[in-house]
């Protein structure tokens, strides 16, 4: 089965075949890792966050900030990268956050953020690939 509604439609093999069982967990099953698991938590060089499941351009690092909620955090998406859909699981309503390009499962957005914009984009790095800025 694929899911048209986005640009990038796979099936459900194909991404089980593509993402390890943890991505595929949390991208295509919106899943959530253990808080505090990622690695990109302590990441603080340049450069930009990009889906695990397509490779779309999703966060820049100067808009990365340490939430202390155990999940990389982020005030601002790059433009158009990102699609909210209300998420009422787990008996509370919620901004599911999903790649815009291939509807990967990303996390949660909520306003509570530090800066102007307002928002904590609270993102599971297992969903996530960091690239650093080349020189």
């Known amino acids: ?17 593509e993402l390890s069982p943890e991505q595929y967990r949390i ?11 990622s690695a990109l938590n302590d990441e603080q060089r340049r450069g930009g966050y990009i889906c695990a499941g397509c ?16 999940w990389p955090s982020f005030d601002k998406a790059k433009q158009g990268a ?3 859909v209300e998420d009422r ?8 956050v999903l790649c815009a390009k ?3 499962h990303l996390g949660h957005v909520f306003e509570d953020g530090p800066t ?4 904590r984009y609270c993102m599971n790095g297992a969903a996530l690939n960091f690239e650093p800025e080349q020189k």
């Open 116 to 119: 102007d914009t307002g928002l």
């Open 102 to 104: 291939c509807g990967g």
């Open 82 to 84: 990102v699609a909210t």
């Open 27 to 37: 991208l295509r099953q919106h899943g959530t890792e253990r808080p505090g698991s």
């Open 55 to 70: 490779g779309a351009e999703l966060f820049d690092s100067g808009t990365k900030f340490n939430a202390h909620c155990g």
């Open 1 to 17: 089965m694929t899911d048209s509604k986005f640009p990038v439609s796979k099936s459900d093999e194909e991404w089980q075949r």
């Open 89 to 96: 699981s787990h008996g509370m309503v919620r901004e599911e």
